[in-house]
């Protein structure tokens, strides 16, 4: 059976290692908001560019500390629209709705699965203040278009990294070299370390970067009670605090990072020249270090058939997402809305197998048993 993503084979590497660094954690005492998150968000913000980065407790808490951070120094208010996808995982609107914004869904391009920057547009209304821009499934958004849109409109942007640790935006022309990555391409960032992204812990964990560092001093307060200094409380904060131990072993899978990001592109470079079968579309990739393959997804008509005889052949795969979110039971005001291209992707997707463990003859398979479908 090859495994849709084997979590188990993806930390074994680092056994000994995180054994040693539970041991030192333990015998430090320290265990929250230690030298481990210290070092981590530290190292974090160097990774992706900015100048910070606040570790907490998840990549959701991540997205609706930034909004309630903006809002605590004024550059939000209640009420404010987030123009967000209607293509996303549902912790991306859920954020907005629990920060007391208002999200408005705006349709994807049905190539690259993100935002249409030309749709973002026409949703802006007077009480727009900011784009979420989701770089969904590892690929990112059109950054220098939505930054530009929100450049001339006024409006915050805020990237939803959480699929895309160390995507790469490359440059070209009087730009070249000034390469930036994921999480330094907005005003601020959010990542989630859960355990299946591409660095993952092994339990909860998120952060924050961002080159602000107003917004970086808020945040750090917000995530730990509205407290920077013990039983001092001058915001109304949260608990949402990276886990030392957490980052403990973060710190150990971050140098491995770009090379991991690396092995994903070299399965989805194998999958995009291998595969050849006229029932099945592959994702638009440009070759270029912009995508960090969270997922590979394709296209069917007869999606769930084909999920069927993979699985009889011995592969598992995931579909993400089944429901779009103004589908979804918790959103029954939405369920008569019309996002056609969302839900044809939503119809039609299927993610095979790909990580950084994945072997060689396992994508032979998989390559295989597809193009005999
Ligand atoms: C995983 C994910 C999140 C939420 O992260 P958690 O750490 O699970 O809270 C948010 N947005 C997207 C796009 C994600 O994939």
């Keep these: 059976m090859i495994k849709f993503l084997d979590l188990k084979k993806i930390n074994e590497s680092y056994e000994a290692d995180f054994y040693e660094k539970m041991k030192l954690v333990l015998e430090n005492g320290w265990y929250i908001l230690g030298n481990e998150v210290k070092a981590f968000e530290s190292d974090f913000a160097h990774y992706c560019g900015t100048k910070y980065c606040v570790g907490v407790g998840n990549g959701f808490d991540a997205l609706v500390l930034i909004f309630k951070a903006y809002i605590q120094l004024g550059k939000l208010q209640k009420g404010d629209e987030v123009i967000v996808p209607a293509n996303t995982y549902i912790a991306s609107v859920l954020a907005i709705l629990h920060a007391d914004l208002i999200p408005v869904l705006a349709e994807p391009d049905l190539k690259s699965y993100n935002i249409n920057p030309g749709l973002i547009l026409k949703k802006i209304t007077p009480k727009t203040k900011a784009v979420l821009a989701v770089h969904l499934y590892g690929q990112l ?112 899978k971050l140098p491995d990072l770009n090379q991991d990001n690396q092995k994903r592109r070299e399965v989805a470079s194998r999958y995009l020249a291998e595969i050849k079968n006229n029932k099945i579309i592959l994702p638009f990739w440009n070759l270029s270090e912009n995508h960090v393959f969270h997922l590979f997804v394709i296209r069917t008509e007869n999606r769930d058939e084909l999920q069927k005889y993979l699985l009889e052949n011995g592969i598992q795969t995931m579909i993400h997402y089944p429901i779009p979110t103004h589908k979804q039971k918790a959103f029954s005001d939405w369920n008569k809305l019309s996002f056609p291209v969302t839900e044809k992707i939503h119809n039609e997707v299927l993610s095979l197998p790909i990580s950084p463990v994945m072997r060689n003859d396992e994508v032979s398979f998989v390559i295989e048993i597809l193009n005999r479908y």
């Design 141 to 252: 958004a059109e950054m220098r278009i939505i930054n530009e849109i929100a450049n001339q409109n006024n409006l915050l942007v805020i990237e939803d990294a959480a699929q895309a640790h160390g995507a790469v935006l490359v440059e070209s022309g009087m730009l070249k070299g000034e390469n930036k990555k994921s999480g330094n391409l907005s005003n601020a960032a959010a990542f989630s370390f859960y355990p299946g992204k591409n660095l993952g812990a092994l339990g909860d964990g998120g952060a924050i970067t961002t080159n602000d560092a107003q917004l970086a001093k808020v945040l750090y307060s917000l995530r730990n009670y509205g407290s920077q200094k013990k039983y001092h409380n001058e915001l109304v904060g949260v608990n949402s605090r990276l886990d030392e131990l957490q980052a403990a072993f973060l710190n150990l």
